[in-house]
């Protein structure tokens, strides 16, 4: 159908824009490096990196702007959009891990590697970041199915996959060598933390019903556990 269409074609803009400013924010970070060369910014393979957050908000923010432009509905839309995206992350990572692009710090544990210019055995990082991602894609799918049949609301699969990417980044950042920094503070770990702390709230205050009754519920139980152990001891020592 002709929405369809639409969809496809935000779809192909917002991989356009997701590369173009998470390089645009790698190089802003790494000005010194690049200067106003226009050949650098273009030239990826001669000079790499890509700002994984910057291409987040790329690629989202293109499809938020040309699905508002087209009148389709952002966040119905787009929690179909989270398996494919975390398949093509599982690929994205492994992709690092046996290229070298993304190199662990140095490590004692038993799971290590080496990486060609770097010293020592190594974190395998990326190769665990893929593992993580591999669950959410699997349980994005049965989420997506939930809220088909409205159980959660439109909306809920790109909240949690935002907040499960976030907490991710967040685990391994100290496992990772070459961070952006951003005044002196690691960009990935800075924006995880501050993506993680909102969607909680976010999350606690929507389900804050649910949350309320199940530690009522169990509040309950275990006060009843507690009292009947109480009166039991005491019906003990008066035989």
Do not use: C, M
């Amino acid at each position: 159908s002709h929405k369809e269409e639409e969809i496809f074609d935000g779809l192909f803009l917002s991989l356009l824009g997701g590369l173009f400013f998470g390089r645009l924010v790698y190089v802003l970070l790494n000005f010194k490096d690049f200067g106003f060369s226009l050949i650098k910014f273009i030239l990826i393979n001669g000079y790499p990196g890509v700002s994984i957050y910057g291409a987040l908000l790329g690629t989202f923010g293109t499809l938020f702007i040309f699905f508002n432009a087209k009148k389709i509905n952002f966040l119905e839309i787009i929690d179909y959009f989270i398996t494919p995206f975390f398949i093509a992350l599982v690929f994205g990572k492994l992709g690092s891990f046996f290229s070298g692009s993304e190199v662990g710090t140095t490590t004692r544990f038993f799971l290590k590697t080496k990486y060609f210019g770097f010293d020592g055995f190594r974190h395998l990082t990326p190769f665990y970041e893929a593992l993580l991602f591999i669950v959410i894609a699997i349980l994005a799918q049965k989420i997506l199915l939930e809220i088909r049949k409205e159980k959660y609301f439109s909306g809920f699969l790109f909240y949690l996959s935002l907040w499960y990417f976030s907490l991710v980044y967040f685990l391994f950042d100290k496992l990772k060598v070459n961070h952006l920094y951003f005044f002196g503070y690691s960009l990935n770990r800075v924006v995880a933390t501050t993506l993680l702390l909102t969607i909680s709230v976010y999350f606690v205050y929507y389900f804050r019903s649910g949350i309320l009754g199940f530690i009522k519920k169990y509040g309950q139980e275990i006060s009843k556990k507690i009292n009947f152990g109480s009166e039991r001891k005491t019906s003990e020592g008066k035989s």
